[in-house]
């Protein structure tokens, strides 16, 4: 399998109510999901990172999943953290520095691509025990990337798992295996951020995301 790490030290992503960018939870959380997934005899994860120093030239999201595809790896699950829309945010000044933070969304998001060329409901069949898992070990979906506003109105196909679609997300359209990304939590929320920075709840998130993997695999293998 391959695991994705979101963004890049030069293309941070994200930045969290506290100033820290999205690369450097995406890249936490990717090695806790390793972890999880070590004692996993059917497991196999391979890092796909756009580079570990500045400078370096980056991968686009196509070329990690033409990586992946070319890892021959049977699933993909591409690692990020969330924000709001630009609206939704509240500046403030501290110490020299402008931060921007919010209180209107928290919780995970999963992403499927229903164009990809292993089959429409690939990513899906992927995302479904990866939210049972989610939902049983106490988180919740945020659902505010369905909400009638610019820069969301993505279909949602599963409100309870927090599964929506994304079908033109290159990362996930041009792998050739069952593919999903997920945000993982709401960093420009202050007390989500905390949280999401704490070793603890990175190795809690990745256990859950790993039990759904396994049992996504126990299906799939029937």
Known sequence: MAIDVGHSPDSPGAISASGVPEFAFNRALS??????????PDFKPVLLTLSANRGQTPLTPRARAEQANALGADLLISVHHDSVQPRDLT????????????????????????DQSCGEDGGLRLALPVGDALQTRGYRATGHHAEDIDGEHRPCLDPVRGIDAFDRLAVLRHARMPALLIEAGVIAHPEEEAELAKASAQRRMAGALAAGLVAWRQEAEG
């Not at 806790?32 to 997934?37: F, K, N, P, Q, W």
């Not at 500046?91 to 229903?114: D, M, N």
């Open 31 to 40: 090695h806790a999901l390793v972890e999880a997934l070590a004692s996993k």
């Open 91 to 114: 500046e403030v000044h501290k110490h020299g520095k402008t931060f921007r933070y919010s209180r209107y969304a928290q919780g995970y998001s999963l992403f499927v691509s229903r």
